[in-house]
């Protein structure tokens, strides 16, 4: 039990908006660990929670935030690269920008694969995330509000198993897969702004956009482009005005 609570105390420095100010989400995680989340800024408090965890219904069973925090309750290895990830995000002003145990989900697959749920990615590749987490943060978010991170760093196995292409930037955590937070934004719109943004100000970033079905989209700092669902550009919703 007090390794479960320490984890906990770790987990609530890891979580911020959109979820900073929302209780652990199973019922059956000790009273302690409620309270851990508050105060939050006047950003925070703006990137309310919605009124469920996600709101893609794409991401895999087994990875909420009470599933996060039984992950870092697993080992202190775990809180260990937790915290250093956490620190090196508020170091760069990029804490904020999405919930840091958001970062640390894998795949959709992860259970098929036999792999891990959530991981820290090596240290040498954290700079890669950085870059996309700017991107997001100056050109996504003022465009759709805030986002959820569906899916990070994959390790090789884990993308090959899930059917990542072999070139995917999940493997060297360039790579975010992303849904918008607020109940009005729906598909559309969301297509319409984060295109903009990205024609706009994205060869800047280095910034790669993909749009797959329903809400989720991938945002990376890996090389200018932009795909659709079928992973080639001319399929992309920017190009062909269809959402």
Known sequence: ???????????????FAPFAAQAPASPALPGPLTAAAAPVSAHVVRAAAPARETRDPTLAPGQAKADFYVWLARSSENRARAEAFRAYLTAQELDHVVPVWQLLRTSSSWRQCAADRFEVAPRAKWDHIAAT???????????????EALSAYRNESLNACSDG??????RHFFALDLAPVSEAVGRP???????????????????GLGFYSGLRFHVDSNGFRKWGPDGRGASSPCVTGIA
């Open 133 to 147: 987490l700017r991107f997001v943060r100056d050109e996504v978010v003022p465009e759709i509000g805030p986002v």
């Open 189 to 207: 719109q969301m297509i319409r702004e984060v295109c903009a943004a990205h024609a706009r100000d994205g060869r800047a970033y280095n910034a």
């Open 1 to 15: 039990m007090r390794q479960f609570i320490r984890a906990a105390a770790l987990a609530a420095t890891l979580s």
């Open 165 to 170: 292409a072999p070139q995917s930037a999940h």
